[in-house]
């Protein structure tokens, strides 16, 4: 949902009030008998017709305008780490490639509303059945979307626009579906700029219309399609079905041209979710909601890119899709205002790795980017009219910007894992390995393969001593500490992860930490790298201060001045918080710092701080409104970064230490004064 309750609310009543003031102030003073209104009268209306009036005035002012930028610049806490990363030696992904681009049509061929699936298609295709897949294609709002359309659910067509190399191939394939939208305002032209790029690089990109399964005015008629995310996952593979067949046909363009042992199915928004249960279905012989349907997919799908997905809007057997042995990329714009809550980190957690062969997933979060602006035909309003004046689109990137991000990071993922070019997989792991590629904004990217060991991923139980290596957790002067799901703007994460807190005032001579030992079960020989997951939990550093204050006035047998010097200091101790609040009030506060001490089985030691590959990024607070009272959702979420801590890193400072033979994890909170983070996947690559 775009807007909550509280703004469907609102924004009606206060056009109602205004409009009603002035027009209740305007009849009174116009109306005939207009003289037999008294002083006072005549007063309240005028009044009211002059408040009415400026209220409209200044909202049509105010809707007009596009924002603000934040009063408070958020730090970037990776760009100022002293760590540079290595810059990737390999051509940009977003510039063009050595082949001539060729661009083509495929579909019904009888379209009522297109002319490039009508009269000007190149290939025509039969129309699948999607009855079994599709709800509510029925009643008045049915009839008018077939009239619009031309057909039903029972005749689906399978409609594609295709950018693709000149050349022998045979060339990697990957589809790409939109989302829901304006059924009437098309989606699929809007990917053009990806076309043309992964055609320029030696693949085949085809973007799918899905246009007939959006919303529409019509369905203010009727209840509009439901959960029709399976329909929009099963036409993609459906889409395959053809180019199976079209590499086989002798009298066909693409007879020989296509690699079908790599495929990728991309999606934006609906699409995004769609591309994972395109990944779901394609290893099954049945639909999971109805075995009448028969499947017979079976593709060599490699990859799975989700644009700014939903997750959740189809749940096969009333439970949430599992994606298994596919490498995937999804990406999501901190100020989205369509998907506000990034809920494509649940369907990253359920990407599972069970087979013997290489994969790897990973999720990047851009500061700035917005749900709109992936696709050139959405742009920047994440909202139909009256309620997209509401959104705060000066706080957006550039949309050039945010394209360009879509094109390093799905060309990138593309190159990396369709045709091999291994060198491009540094990118997802530290963004700054793209610095002379990435439009400036903050990042957060987390990271994980198939080659790895965890340590302590705090799925196994609640308790919290324990790890998922079999080996201890231990800590002195912590102040928060507790295993729970992950919350986020919307729902959880679906995975737990520790808390951890820590606070100066609490233990002032004192430090606090906390350590993880290793199973022997969890050994990696030729590791080469310890990796974290991090996040800010921006929730109170020291909750037990008052109860820690209260017990310490019933322990006190100090006189009564001393009682006088205590509430005078106390009254200093709060004059000081509120000056250091004041002060936090107008500078963004400093990225999370502190000591990591590792330790071997051999009893090497090395210590390092967490700033030496990057601080912690503070939370990224957005006003996705313009008003953020208006705001029915929270402004920021925990969104994890991966952190690496490399041999290379630990070699510098300690030869003798073996990361093969890692035996404990300290975390130190020495740096920062105080804080509160989530720990997660804690793990050996």
Request: charged letters at 25%; a negative charge; proline letters at 4%.
């Amino acid at each position: 949902m775009l807007f909550g309750d509280s703004l469907a609310i609102k924004f009606p009543l206060l056009v109602i009030g205004f409009s009603g003031l002035a027009g209740a102030g305007l009849f009174s003073l116009t109306k005939k008998n207009r003289s037999k209104l008294s002083i006072y009268q005549l007063i309240v209306s005028s009044l009211g017709s002059l408040i009415g009036l400026a209220g409209l005035v200044w909202g049509l002012i105010w809707l007009f305008d596009t924002g603000s930028l934040p009063e408070i610049a958020h730090i970037d806490a990776a760009q100022t780490s002293p760590y540079k990363a290595p810059l990737i030696q390999a051509p940009n992904p977003a510039l063009e490639g050595e082949y001539q681009v060729a661009y083509l049509t495929y579909g019904s061929g009888n379209d009522k509303q297109r002319k490039e699936f009508a009269e000007e298609v190149t290939i025509v295709t039969d129309s699948v059945d999607g009855s079994r897949l599709l709800d509510n294609w029925e009643g008045f709002a049915g009839k008018l979307r077939t009239r619009f359309w031309g057909f039903n659910e029972e005749a689906l067509p399978i409609n594609g626009r295709v950018w693709y190399p000149e050349g022998d191939g045979p060339f990697p394939l990957a589809l790409i579906v939109h989302g829901n939208h304006g059924m009437e305002d098309f989606s699929d032209p809007g990917y053009e700029y990806l076309g043309k790029l992964l055609a320029s690089q030696g693949m085949i990109m085809v973007s799918v219309d899905e246009n007939f399964i959006n919303s529409s005015w019509k369905d203010m008629f009727g209840d509009g399609l439901d959960e029709e995310n399976d329909a929009r996952g099963w036409l993609l593979l459906e889409h395959l079905k053809y180019w199976r067949k079209w590499n086989d046909e002798s009298d066909n363009i693409f007879q020989n041209k296509v690699d079908l042992e790599n495929i990728a199915v991309m999606g934006h928004s609906r699409g995004g979710e769609a591309a994972a249960i395109a990944g779901f279905f394609n290893k099954l012989q049945f639909y999971p909601d109805d075995a009448k349907q028969k499947f017979d997919f079976d593709f060599n799908i490699k990859s799975v890119v989700a644009i700014a997905p939903v997750d959740g809007q189809y749940k096969p057997g009333e439970t949430q899709t599992p994606l298994e042995n596919v490498n995937y990329l999804v990406l999501h714009g901190a100020n989205d205002g369509d998907v506000q809550s990034f809920s494509g980190l649940r369907q990253y957690e359920r990407v599972k790795f069970t087979d013997s062969l290489y994969h790897f997933k990973s999720a990047i979060y851009i500061y700035g980017a917005n749900h709109g602006q992936f696709n050139t035909t959405w742009g920047n309003s994440d909202s139909g009219q009256p309620y997209g004046s509401l959104l705060n689109k000066k706080a957006l990137l550039p949309m050039e910007d945010q394209l360009e991000i879509g094109k390093v990071y799905i060309s990138a993922f593309l190159q990396a894992t369709l045709q091999g070019k291994k060198e491009y997989e540094v990118l997802f792991k530290d963004h700054r390995s793209g610095n002379n590629w990435l439009p400036p904004t903050i990042y957060l990217n987390q990271y994980e393969s198939s080659n790895w060991k965890v340590i302590a991923d705090f799925e196994e139980d609640l308790d919290l001593t324990t790890n998922s290596s079999g080996g201890k957790v231990t800590s002195e002067n912590l102040t928060v500490w507790r295993e729970q799901l992950v919350g986020m703007k919307w729902g959880n994460k679906a995975t737990q992860a520790v808390y951890v807190g820590w606070d100066s005032l609490a233990y002032e001579s004192q430090t606090a930490w906390i350590e993880f030992s290793v199973g022997d079960q969890q050994k990696l020989p030729q590791s080469t790298a310890l990796t974290f997951e991090l996040a800010e939990s921006k929730e109170n550093s020291y909750p037990d201060k008052d109860r820690d204050k209260k017990k310490a006035d019933e322990n006190s047998n100090e006189n009564n001045e001393s009682d006088n010097d205590k509430n005078n200091s106390n009254q200093n101790d709060e004059e000081t918080e509120e000056s250091e609040k004041d002060d936090d009030d107008e500078k963004a506060p400093e990225p999370i710092n502190f000591s990591i001490l590792l330790t071997d089985d051999a009893g090497h030691t090395v210590q390092l701080t967490l700033s030496e590959y990057s601080y912690l990024q503070r939370q990224l607070t957005v006003d996705v409104l313009k008003n953020p009272s208006l705001q029915s959702t929270k402004t920021s979420e925990a969104v994890y970064n991966t952190f690496f801590i490399n041999n290379e890193m630990l070699n510098a400072k300690s030869p003798e230490f073996n990361l093969d033979a890692l035996r404990k994890v300290r975390f130190v909170f020495d740096k920062s004064s105080k804080g509160v983070i989530i720990i997660d996947k804690i793990a050996l690559h």
